[in-house]
């Protein structure tokens, strides 16, 4: 059982040992993180040259990161300490971690976790400052030119996201030597080779979304899908104005991957309406336009978008300035063709000096092909400034003209994300069999639910491998895609009891942890809205058309906690 509201919590786990150098720092919790700068607690005789190397590390391990922590930032960090009491330029790294993705532990604590008793000593380097895992701030000022490069490339579509307000955008094309991406028929499969297409499956993992237009569902019938990588597989979108479109299509399976569909106002709602049945959702916009759909995906906290699109979308996305970096797949091949389509259409530019230049571009060699890789934008420089004493404005710090009565939480890394069922606190409550059971989320919890109580083999096993998923996201999405894959095994009840199976984790949640607690009451008096702008169940939508019930769920145990909501009254009457 529980312990009641406000008694005192189960130890914690052993936390990271806190008797470690540290070489490299620049995380901050606003989602604008400055790249570290230079070696701190470091001997003098420590040159910066293998301190380079080691961040350089860090920087490799970080980008493991990518495509699933979104809209973290990749994080890594290295661990390591000299062979040799006497010999600073010869390490051996003895932990590392990466940031897995929101919702577990953090990098340092992984690393730190795995170095054990070797960590006393030694040296961590990062890629970003470190949060407040350990209370930390420390920020390293100088750095090797390169290893800095590093670290800002490894973030860069977070650098992105902040500096503009859209997901940093990737346009991949593969293209003939003579600078086709298909015959003058259209036909297009393949221009390069097996090792570049595998290069493009890990971009698309690397992606929270892959959009295309309608031409190339229609003469491609592409999947879209990052068929060798296990784990996060990005959301598909498809850019159409007239909705001209076929009636079947690989694109509206949505067991293997979802799929939106992002339209003009008004076009075809009978197929829509077929798109919706098939599981699809549909985006209506007044004016169709990339810069409008970035928009978009910016809302749903999309960090990094890949662009697979023909060359006409190609080129308005170039003119409405969303496309950032480019890879450019080349295979030894001439097709010919005067009409055959290009990678990018019309531009407007008449004189070769109005062409765009790629900049801190790269060739790599991939089999027989070619991969030319740049940006078209630098990649930002958000590092902060900060005010001198005498531009503080003495205003009284009390007061906030960004006050309101509404508090929004939706990830794990707002100020109030621990309310979030995705959160890293973990739940001590009956699994499948009624045995006490450590579920690492209450999102772990709530999704095997869907399958418990169920007389059926099967929906045991997807129990188990909800269980065993490595964060709240994959817990998710396994439990979802189940759903939709053996509706025949959720459970009968499930939507009359769904809102029970949440309000027992949340309550049990924070009747373990105190300080979770304290949190919730310090809102009284306000709003509390999960601010999911695609969950129209448990968040309040995009527009504010959601039904919010994990707000409305977290509002009812608030007014529990302070005695002023009697526990047998209907979540619903307590919005």
């Not at 007239?242 to 979802?258: K, M, R, T």
């Not at 530019?349 to 940006?375: C, K, W």
Request: charged share 20%; proline share 7%; hydrophobic share 40%.
């Amino acid at each position: 059982m529980p312990p009641p509201f406000g008694a005192a919590a189960p130890a914690p786990a052993a936390a990271a040992p806190s008797f470690i150098h540290l070489a490299l720092s620049t995380r901050r919790r606003v989602p604008a993180p400055r790249a570290a700068a230079a070696a701190a607690s470091v001997p003098a005789s420590h040159s910066h040259a293998h301190d380079a190397l080691l961040l350089h590390r860090a920087a490799d391990v970080a980008d493991r990161s990518a495509g699933i922590t979104s809209p973290h930032p990749n994080f890594g960090c290295v661990i390591a300490r000299p062979q040799r009491e006497t010999d600073s330029a010869d390490s051996l790294v003895v932990g590392e971690g990466f940031l897995y993705a929101q919702g577990t532990p953090c990098a340092e604590l992984l690393a730190a976790q795995e170095a054990g008793e070797h960590a006393r000593g030694a040296t961590a380097y990062l890629n970003l400052e470190p949060g407040d895992c350990y209370g930390d701030s420390t920020a390293v000022r100088s750095l090797v030119q390169e290893a800095l490069k590093s670290c800002l490339t490894v973030n860069a579509p977070l650098l992105y996201r902040a500096a503009f307000h859209v997901p940093f955008s990737v346009l991949k094309y593969a293209m003939t030597a003579d600078g086709k991406i298909a015959a003058s028929s259209g036909h297009a499969s393949w221009i390069s080779g097996k090792a570049s297409r595998g290069r493009v499956f890990e971009l698309r993992g690397r992606s929270d979304a892959v959009i295309v237009g309608g031409n190339t569902v229609r003469f491609d019938e592409p999947r879209l899908t990052a068929r060798h990588i296990k784990g996060h597989v990005p959301v598909r979108i498809v850019m159409s104005q007239s909705l001209n479109l076929p009636e079947e299509a690989n694109l509206w399976n949505v067991n293997d991957a979802y799929t939106i569909v992002a339209t003009q106002r008004g076009a075809r709602r009978d197929f829509q309406k077929k798109l919706a049945r098939k599981g699809v959702e549909v985006v209506e916009f007044d004016m169709l336009n990339p810069r409008d759909v970035m928009s978009y995906c910016y809302d749903r906290g999309y960090l990094s978008v890949l662009w697979e699109c023909g060359g006409t979308l190609a080129a308005s996305a170039i003119s409405a300035s969303v496309i950032h970096k480019v890879y450019a797949f080349m295979a030894p091949k001439i097709v010919g063709g005067l009409n055959a389509p290009t990678p990018v259409g019309e531009l407007g530019m008449s004189q070769m000096t109005q062409a765009i230049n790629l900049i801190d571009h790269s060739y790599e060699q991939i089999d027989r092909d070619m991969l030319l890789s740049g940006y078209i934008q630098p990649i930002p420089d958000l590092s902060p400034v900060i005010p001198s004493m005498d531009e503080i404005p003495s205003v009284d710090p009390e007061i906030s003209p960004y006050e309101t009565n509404i508090i929004s939480f939706y990830k794990t890394w707002d100020t109030f994300g621990a309310f979030s069922n995705f959160s890293p606190h973990p739940v001590h409550m009956p699994d499948e069999n009624g045995d006490s059971f450590m579920w690492p989320t209450v999102e772990h919890y709530y999704q095997a639910h869907k399958f418990i109580d169920v007389d059926n083999p099967q929906a045991l096993t997807i129990v188990q491998e909800i269980k065993l998923a490595k964060s709240p996201e994959e817990a998710a999405r396994i439990g979802r895609t189940r759903q939709k894959e053996f509706p025949e095994l959720v459970r009968t009840d499930w939507e009359t009891t769904k809102i029970d199976v949440m309000y027992r984790a949340i309550k049990h949640k924070f009747s373990t942890y105190p300080g979770l607690t304290n949190m919730l009451l310090s809102t009284a008096g306000s709003v509390l809205v999960e601010a999911s702008p695609h969950d129209l169940f448990w968040g309040g939508g995009r527009e504010g058309e959601g039904l919010n019930y994990l707000g409305r769920l977290l509002m009812q145990l608030r007014s529990e906690i302070m005695g002023t909501f009697p526990q047998s009254v209907e979540v619903g009457e307590a919005a």
